[in-house]
Structures are given as structure tokens and as C-alpha cells.
């Protein structure tokens, strides 16, 4: 069973970075590809949207909304995948979640109901002026 928990979420103005995390714990944290989605205010969780995807290896995939404002990155000695967000904009504001599967799908940008296998709790980022 391996336990997820996003941080680093909180309130930032337009044009702004913010960095969150994503930290597993109880399994091999390595052993797992992990995707970030977010879910925005008002929307259901079938309508989260995948955000980014990191593979075991490292290889990234972004969705067309974030490319070259977000970057996914790995430690896995720290067990943790990072979002960094650059250049943010009001339509980021979610609740941005944090889930892992353990190599049964294909790697791609996935969508919430193509089965990962957990999730986090999620951390709320809000753009605004």
C-alpha cells in the first residue's frame, strides 16, 4: 500500500511560481509512475484533468495547458515527485492531486478513471490578484 501526500499549495498571484510536492510513503516509491491532476473549483473528480505524468525513468509528459510553464520532476531517495508551476494563471486554480500505478497502463497524460492505483489527498493552489 503506498501512501500519498501532495504540500506546498497555497495562494499566489498571476505570473507567479509555486512548487508542490508530492511524498509516498509504506511501498517502493521508485517502483511507481506518477501523474498530477487537478480538479478545479465546482468541477467533479471525473472532470479532473491530468496536468502531468512521470515515468519510472523519469520521461515527462505535460498537458498542452501547462507546457513550458510546469515542470515534473523525481527524487525518488526523497520518495517525492515535484510540480513546479512558473508563470501561473488564474484558470491553475485546483485542487492539484498527486496519484501513482504501478506500471500496468501504458505511460501517457493519464485521465482520472484509467485506473491508478492511489492517490493523494490533494493541496489547493489559488491564483489571484
Known amino acids: 500500500q503506498l501512501q500519498l501526500v501532495e504540500s506546498g499549495g497555497g495562494d499566489v498571484q498571476p505570473g507567479g511560481s509555486l512548487r508542490l510536492s508530492c511524498t509516498g510513503s509504506?511501498?517502493?516509491?521508485?517502483?511507481?509512475?506518477i501523474g498530477w491532476f487537478r480538479q478545479a473549483p465546482g468541477k467533479a473528480r471525473e472532470d479532473r484533468e491530468g496536468?502531468?505524468?512521470?515515468?519510472?525513468?523519469?520521461?515527462?509528459l505535460y498537458a498542452d495547458s501547462v507546457k513550458g510553464r510546469f515542470t515534473i520532476s523525481r527524487d525518488n531517495a526523497r520518495n517525492t515527485v515535484y510540480l513546479e508551476m512558473n508563470d501561473v494563471k488564474p484558470e491553475d486554480t485546483a485542487v492539484y492531486y498527486c496519484?501513482?500505478?504501478?506500471?500496468?497502463?501504458?505511460?501517457?497524460?493519464?485521465?482520472?478513471?484509467?485506473?491508478?492505483?492511489?492517490w493523494g489527498k490533494g493541496t489547493l493552489v489559488t491564483v489571484s490578484s
Open positions: 509504506g511501498s517502493i516509491f521508485n517502483s511507481y509512475n
Open positions: 496519484a501513482a500505478e504501478r506500471g500496468a497502463l501504458s505511460f501517457r497524460l493519464w485521465d482520472p478513471w484509467d485506473g491508478m492505483d492511489f
Open positions: 496536468v502531468s505524468s512521470i515515468s519510472k525513468d523519469g520521461t515527462a
